[in-house]
Nanobody, 124 residues
Framework: QLQLVESGGGLVQPGGSLRLSCAASAFTLDYYAIGWFRQAPGKEREGVSCINISGGSTNYADSVKGRFTISRDNAKNTVYLQMNSLKPEDTAIYYC?????????????????WGQGTQVTVSS
């Protein structure tokens, strides 16, 4: 069973930056597309970004384009989400998910494996 662990969340002021990490234990992430999702209190889970298996294709939700960057380091078995120019509306629990079918979709039910999430709070 693939287990994903997110880290790097925390409290940051508006305009600040955080880098989230999604690591796997026991399995290599080389064979999975990886997505980042977030869920704010009282809101539905929404897709933020995803990266395909090769790393050659990425996409971003309109709300984060130009501010967030997804990348993968297969040698470290980790996928990153660099978040810059953070806004209060970015506050949410951030989850990473893995899909062996290599589908970069924001339709979250198709993602097979999920981490437990990491809290990101943007506040002054």
């Amino acid at each position: 069973q693939l287990q994903l662990v997110e880290s790097g969340g925390g409290l940051v002021q508006p305009g600040g930056s955080l880098r989230l990490s999604c690591a796997a234990s026991a399995f290599t992430l080389d064979y999975y597309a990886i997505g980042w999702f977030r869920q704010a209190p009282g809101k539905e889970r929404e897709g933020v970004s995803c990266i395909n298996i090769s790393g050659g294709s990425t996409n971003y939700a309109d709300s984060v384009k130009g501010r967030f960057t997804i990348s993968r380091d297969n040698a470290k078995n980790t996928v990153y989400l660099q978040m810059n120019s953070l806004k209060p509306e970015d506050t949410a629990i951030y989850y990473c998910a893995a899909d062996p079918q290599n589908r970069c979709t924001y339709y979250y039910p198709v993602w097979e494996y999920w981490g437990q999430g990491t809290q990101v709070t943007v506040s002054s």
